[in-house]
């Protein structure tokens, strides 16, 4: 969740400029540009990858569909499929970080390891933290905010998991804190670990994971474990085993790969829907047939697919998905009590308007100033 440049989108729960392929610092020569621009044209790679912008709308959408018809904030439960997509949303948003993360770790890996981790940092930072804290400094105003601590240390999934409870306009903040929790720890032991066994690390975390996962959802059921780096880090570790191996194999078409995962995830949204007991273990099949598609959709060079997936209103809001993620559920909850037709629409509405001012007005300059003070190898 990179000079002669294909871009990659913008991340949560994450960063458009962040996710870019390969730029260079230095501005290429003419004959370069022509070069790269007939091979992109050769390969039918599209100069940005505005199907993922289009994804990262759709996962939006999908955990917005599920937040806004849930009891606490409607009379109205959701439908098995609408609950089920809404979770595969949710999941989605942290194995595209990790995905998308990884390829920046090692495409930007200097050998000069705490100043790699030092810059990956910075960027993190700026691009992350002043729409949160702006966001959390306005819910704290309108006394929005009862516990600010934990919101602003970026442990507020642990505090909530303590409180054994999801409810409230900023319940949803849990999942940026696990994000964060993972910017801060996984670069230091990935790019730290020799090369040549990075992958053997990731597996191993991942095998913790899942071990740690299991083990205390099966002895202490009822604990909303999913808040906690172990559970939800199987989703952001699978991302990263996708990245790593999209940056080491070779470059090919993964349009059969595509079409094959896509059904595969819609396959799991249908059959999880349909069934409340499945083991809490479905969040590790889940997370691997997810980092499946988003490793073949960053590969296809289909035009049809790529082209249906970059309509300009569905790349917008992907564009601005991580406010209106951090903007969305203080907004239902002051439309509380409107009937739900009302709510989802005005709701909605109200998110994407205020999402694009603040991309055009907050976010955009601040990550222009970025590039200029910490510009990116990737």
């Known amino acids: 969740?990179?000079?002669?440049?294909?871009?990659?989108?913008?991340?949560?729960?994450?960063?458009?400029?962040?996710?870019?392929?390969?730029?260079?610092?230095?501005?290429?020569?003419?004959?370069?540009?022509?070069?790269?621009?007939?091979?992109?044209?050769?390969?039918?790679?599209?100069?940005?990858?505005?199907?993922?912008?289009?994804?990262?709308?759709?996962?939006?959408?999908?955990?917005?569909?599920?937040?806004?018809?849930?009891?606490?904030?409607?009379?109205?439960?959701?439908?098995?499929?609408?609950?089920?997509?809404?979770?595969?949303?949710?999941?989605?948003?942290?194995?595209?970080?990790?995905?998308?993360?990884?390829?920046?770790?090692?495409?930007?890996?200097?050998?000069?390891?705490?100043?790699?981790?030092?810059?990956?940092?910075?960027?993190?930072?700026?691009?992350?933290?002043?729409?949160?804290?702006?966001t959390l400094g306005v819910l704290l105003i309108c006394g929005q905010l009862p516990?600010?601590?934990?919101?602003?240390?970026?442990?507020?999934?642990?505090?909530?998991?303590?409180?054994?409870?999801?409810?409230?306009?900023?319940?949803?903040?849990?999942?940026?804190?696990?994000?964060?929790?993972?910017?801060?720890?996984?670069?230091?032991?990935?790019?730290?670990?020799?090369?040549?066994?990075?992958?053997?690390?990731?597996?191993v975390l991942l095998a913790v994971c899942l071990a740690i996962h299991t083990t205390c959802a099966n002895l202490y059921p009822g604990h909303k474990w999913k808040l906690l780096l172990p559970s939800s880090g199987q989703c952001l570790l699978f991302g990263a085993i996708a990245g790593y191996f999209d940056m080491k194999l070779k470059q090919v078409d993964e349009t059969r790969l595509f079409i094959f995962s896509l059904i595969l995830n819609v396959s799991l949204i249908a059959f999880e829907s349909t069934d409340k007991t499945l083991p809490h273990s479905m969040i590790f099949v889940n997370s691997g047939a997810l980092a499946l598609f988003f490793y073949a959709l960053w590969r296809t060079r289909n035009q049809l697919i790529c082209k249906s997936l970059s309509n300009k209103v569905m790349v917008h809001l992907g564009q601005t998905s991580y406010a209106m993620y951090l903007f969305h559920l203080p907004i239902l909850y002051l439309l509380i009590d409107f009937p739900l037709p009302e709510k989802i629409a005005i709701g909605f509405v109200s998110t994407a308007l205020l999402a694009s001012a603040s991309w055009y007005l907050f976010e955009s300059p601040i990550n222009n100033l970025r590039n200029k003070l910490i510009p990116s190898r990737i």
Not at 61 to 75: D, K, L, Q
Not at 179 to 188: G, H, I, S
């Open 1 to 134: 969740m990179i000079s002669g440049s294909v871009k990659e989108p913008n991340s949560v729960l994450l960063d458009d400029h962040v996710h870019q392929v390969e730029v260079a610092l230095a501005r290429p020569s003419e004959g370069a540009a022509q070069s790269s621009e007939a091979s992109a044209g050769k390969n039918h790679l599209p100069a940005r990858r505005l199907h993922f912008d289009s994804m990262r709308s759709l996962m939006f959408i999908s955990v917005y569909a599920g937040h806004v018809t849930t009891s606490h904030i409607s009379n109205f439960w959701g439908s098995g499929f609408i609950n089920s997509a809404s979770s595969f949303g949710f999941y989605a948003y942290l194995v595209l970080s990790g995905f998308l993360i990884t390829r920046i770790l090692i495409g930007s890996d200097t050998g000069e390891t705490w100043s790699d981790v030092r810059e990956f940092w910075l960027r993190r930072t700026l691009r992350i933290f002043p729409i949160y804290y702006l």
């Open 147 to 203: 516990e600010p601590l934990p919101f602003f240390t970026y442990v507020s999934n642990v505090y909530l998991f303590l409180l054994n409870q999801m409810e409230g306009p900023v319940c949803h903040l849990w999942s940026l804190a696990v994000e964060e929790q993972f910017y801060l720890l996984f670069p230091l032991v990935f790019l730290f670990t020799p090369k040549k066994h990075r992958l053997n690390l990731v597996l």
